[in-house]
């Protein structure tokens, strides 16, 4: 491999691809990934594993850490709430650390290029090397490089929550194994987002395409089954063979004053999320992947609002489909767990589910 590769701190998307699970992690591969075949992705950069590595040597927080291991008991016989504590104690730590000034300048030239020196909303989340889902931390709607810069640090000190410590453990895995890439990723202003699946998910039908999608951010949490709008494509033809319009009542929105819980206006309640041209196309683009990835594919994406047909759809992430063993619960479940599982984290603090949300 690229030994100058190894070194660099900052790729933009394209620059980086499957080949780069150890570099970047593998959101941030896959997503390059995606960009480099030539399909749309958000206007992105990652800062590398090597970054994370850099920053925990130079700033002394790994020496810190280790010192403050060492008077502790072994973290084998930590309970709960001395794990909590441990875990809140080690994030202190390097979250109170300044980022180097080489790294720090590199990461706010990309910031300045991302969002061209202005106001635009960014995610900063976590990119792990190896698949740990639900460990570590996501933040949304991040506007200023000093803000970005922040939320950097808050992914790396993330692989110190109590879950991911837990984890580490009770797998043999070294405490301090996980560094992370950090994927710098350009909201898109969704009217719509869901998630596809190049495969019926439940019969393993593989004639079929699922799409299932919802008003407004793929963020949003949906209650239960009847709040998503649910289509079945065939995949040779794209002709449509079946649509679901669920009562889609509630949804996320990204607003001046952050991402926050909207009704959904009466008149788009009972209606498709998708017209049948963009049902199509998303369709298309999952079938697409499904091809040159060779095999069946489970594809998030989004929808902008106030771009032009086709230019708006966006994808975010692509991943071998996993085939759910029953039909209980929703298919946008898959595309909510990344919500669900970091709710400690993700920086929606003013997002409040109405009492009639369920999480699933």
């Given at each position: 491999m690229n030994s100058e590769k190894l070194q660099k701190l900052v790729f933009w998307v394209a620059e980086v691809n499957e080949n780069d699970n150890d570099i970047v992690g593998k959101k941030c591969a896959n997503l390059g990934r995606m960009a480099q075949m030539g399909f749309q992705v958000p206007p992105s950069f990652m800062v590398s594993i090597e970054a994370c590595r850099k920053f925990m040597h130079e700033t002394g927080a790994r020496t810190e850490i280790n010192r403050y291991i060492r008077k502790t008991s072994d973290p084998k016989d930590w309970g709960i709430k001395e794990l909590e504590k441990r875990s809140r104690d080690i994030q202190d730590i390097i979250k109170s650390k300044e980022m180097p000034a080489d790294m720090k300048q590199e990461i706010a030239s990309h910031c300045r290029t991302l969002t061209g020196g202005g106001d635009v909303?960014?995610?900063?989340?976590?990119?792990?090397?190896?698949?740990?889902?639900?460990?570590?931390?996501?933040?949304?709607?991040?506007?200023?490089?000093?803000?970005?810069?922040?939320?950097t640090i808050d992914v790396w000190a993330s692989a110190f929550e109590s879950r991911a410590i837990s984890y580490r453990i009770s797998k043999g895995i070294p405490f301090d194994a996980?560094?992370?890439?950090?994927?710098?990723?350009?909201m898109i202003n969704a009217r719509a987002a869901g998630v596809s699946f190049s495969m019926h998910p439940v019969t393993r039908d593989a004639t079929k395409i699922v799409i299932e999608s919802i008003w407004g951010l793929g963020e949003?949490?949906?209650?239960?089954?009847?709040?998503?709008?649910?289509?079945?494509?065939?995949?040779?033809?794209?002709?449509?063979?079946?649509?679901?319009?669920?009562?889609?009542?509630?949804?996320?929105?990204?607003t001046e004053d952050g991402i926050k819980w909207e009704d959904v206006p009466s008149d788009k309640q009972n209606i498709a999320s998708l017209s049948d041209e963009e049902m199509k196309y998303v369709a298309n683009l999952t079938k697409m992947l499904e091809e040159k990835l060779e095999c069946p594919q489970d594809t998030e994406w989004a929808i902008e609002e106030g771009a032009p047909f086709p230019t708006n759809i966006y994808l975010l992430q692509t991943r071998p489909a996993k085939i759910m063993m029953d039909t209980s619960g929703s298919i946008l479940d898959r595309m909510v767990e990344d919500v669900l599982r970091v709710h400690s984290n993700i920086d929606i603090s003013k997002i409040k589910p109405p009492k009639d949300i369920k999480l699933h």
């Open positions: 909303a960014v995610s900063v989340r976590s990119s792990g090397a190896e698949s740990r889902p639900g460990m570590f931390a996501t933040y949304l709607n991040v506007k200023g490089g000093a803000d970005i810069l922040k939320r996980d560094n992370l890439g950090v994927a710098v990723v350009k949003g949490v949906v209650k239960g089954t009847e709040s998503v709008d649910r289509f079945q494509l065939n995949k040779n033809t794209l002709a449509i063979l079946e649509k679901q319009i669920g009562k889609k009542e509630k949804y996320v929105i990204s």
